[in-house]
């Protein structure tokens, strides 16, 4: 028996080149490499690299692979040199990365890093990893606020002047000190935080109402009450030099959890009440749906969505509904950014969205993924609506062996079709179609699909009959959409199964109908899973 021994060869070429371009100091070149998605010992010499060169215009590289790059290892280097290089450019990736990576290795690594840079744009951010459901994660941001609040002890102590004129020594006055309270403490030298705070954690005592006092040795750490002798033993053992006494600590100023906290003392009760519930996040951009009455505060809304939520950077609201075959809805922009493109990721997938040019609603994110799982290894899927590729691409990352047909007929959601594809790196086993998708299925995927995806619950009926035609003689299984109303259930089936046997086919068996999401009061987008056949 032979064994077959990898070829690294391509690596080593590669490698040879981005030393020598390290060691020219040209970033562009390895953050080309980055970009082109190599192995991963490559990739993550890449941003140890970029890491090395300690300069500015390597920060845009670094942000990429730590919000695309597909490896957890990857992106947790890229944390760790963007706070290795502490440049304050980097914080609104690492704030993004801390808030959403599915890896707590990232999450606590990034939150490490905003520490390290030391800006006060984090604080909000860190203030809200406190709640992060793993303990790692909620250690690091403590640990990174109590380097925050040294710092800005730093900043606000009586400098004095050099001697003026007069020859008199002149002092900058600092802002009035916060009410501070009295409270049980116990101080640690600031390299031993970490296993403090988890000590005390561990034992309930630590007192997060109240913020750290750190100098340049040592941290003092707030506790709810005087330990007991196995506490003190407990926390002794990861930190003999551990000291206990009772200091001034100012009280933590509480980050709002929800817009509705970051409004009460802004907006009165009457307009509190007519807020929306909900709104749609895309990538970094947030869509409100306000009603008339509310426009005029709506600056002060999106200010506080802002802040609750640090990882949004442009606010718009709704101005119309989805219409025309690009079905796209008009915004209005309110605050932030003025842009409508993003980057959305989903369930490990990362998508290019542009809200002005193509079709995309996160509420669909469960949907996407319940039809992706129900595809099995070896089908050919034609999804007739494909937007900028959701439904394609997730079920595309999922199995080897599946071929998509993705087809829509505006130009532009194509084009990010197209693009989602690449930067997936699923381009054989997805094949973008423009064009109509009656026209192209008559053409070139005429009786060849296990599966049809219809999702254009506003005109699908009109799709049905190149639907059913799309699929193999021996039939397979159609993903209908629609809006329905108060007999949702018995509406949807009639609906589908009726235009199924007008077309020449057999409703064979429904295999289930569900809600997907409410689109206006008694009103719901509908999925309806069918079994088709060819009619005798």
């Known amino acids: 028996m032979t064994t077959r021994m990898t070829d690294y060869s391509p690596d080593f070429d590669t490698l040879e080149k981005m030393e020598w371009a390290f060691s020219k100091g040209d970033v562009a070149y390895i953050s080309k490499v980055l970009d082109s998605r190599p192995s991963l010992v490559l990739r993550i010499h890449g941003v140890c690299m970029l890491a090395d060169m300690k300069r500015e215009d390597a920060i845009p590289a670094l942000a990429r692979a730590l919000r695309e790059d597909p490896s957890p290892l990857v992106r947790h280097e890229a944390a760790f040199a963007m706070g290795q290089l502490e440049f304050k450019s980097g914080v609104p990736s690492l704030l993004e990365a801390m808030a959403r990576d599915e890896s707590v290795l990232v999450r606590h690594e990034s939150a490490v890093a905003l520490g390290s840079i030391g800006d006060e744009r984090a604080r909000p951010g860190l203030m809200t990893a406190l709640e992060d459901v793993d303990e790692d994660v909620r250690l690091s941001a403590e640990v990174a606020l109590a380097d925050l609040e040294f710092l800005r ?54 007192d997060r109402q109240f913020s750290v006092i750190t100098d340049d040795q040592t941290v003092a750490l707030p506790l709810m009450r ?47 009440s007519r807020l929306p519930k909900s709104f749609d996040v895309v990538g970094d951009i947030t869509i409100l749906e306000l009603d008339s009455g509310l426009a005029v505060y709506e600056t002060v809304i999106a200010g506080a969505i802002m802040e609750v939520h640090p990882n949004v950077r442009a606010v718009f ?137 219809m999702n254009h619950p506003s005109a699908s009926k009109d799709f049905v009959k190149e639907a059913c035609a799309a699929l193999q003689p021996s039939g397979g299984t159609i993903h209908y959409y629609t809006f329905a109303g108060e007999n949702w259930e018995t ?24 809600r997907v999401r409410e689109v206006a009061p008694m009103r719901w987008q509908v999925a309806v899973d069918l079994e088709v056949a060819r009619g005798q």
């Open 153 to 206: 002890r730093l900043r606000t102590r009586t400098e004095i002047q050099p001697i003026a004129e007069t020859g008199q020594l002149t002092s900058r006055k600092t802002t009035p000190a916060k009410r501070q309270v009295e409270r049980p403490s116990v101080r640690v030298p600031r390299s031993k935080a970490q296993p403090a705070i988890q000590s005390l954690i561990k034992t309930g005592i630590l």
């Open 226 to 272: 005087d330990p007991n002798e196995i506490e003190i033993d407990e926390l002794r053992k990861l930190v003999p030099s551990a000291s206990l006494g009772v200091e001034d600590f100012e009280p933590r100023k509480r980050h709002p959890r929800t817009f509705e906290e970051a409004l009460a003392e802004r907006l009165s009760p009457d307009i509190l």
């Open 317 to 453: 609201a709704k101005s119309g509904e989805v219409s025309g075959a690009e079905r796209i809805r008009p915004l209005r922009y309110i605050a932030g950014e003025n842009r409508t493109h993003t980057i959305h990721k989903e369930y490990g997938c990362l998508f290019k969205v542009d809200l002005s040019k193509a079709f995309f609603s996160p509420r669909l994110s469960t949907e996407h993924q319940r039809v992706a799982q129900m595809v099995e290894k070896g089908e050919r899927v034609i999804d007739m609506f494909a937007g900028v590729g959701p439904f394609s691409i997730l079920t595309a990352k999922r199995l080897d062996e599946v071929r998509v047909e993705a087809i829509d007929s505006n130009p532009q959601a194509v084009e990010l079709l197209q693009e989602n594809v690449r930067a997936n790196k699923v381009e054989s086993k997805v094949h973008a179609h423009f064009g109509d998708a009656r026209e192209v299925i008559r053409k070139e995927l005429f009786q060849s699909a296990s599966r049809v995806i």
């Open 491 to 514: 509406d949807s089936r009639n609906d589908i199964e009726h235009v199924v046997k007008e077309s020449g086919y057999v409703a064979e068996r429904v295999l289930g109908i569900h």
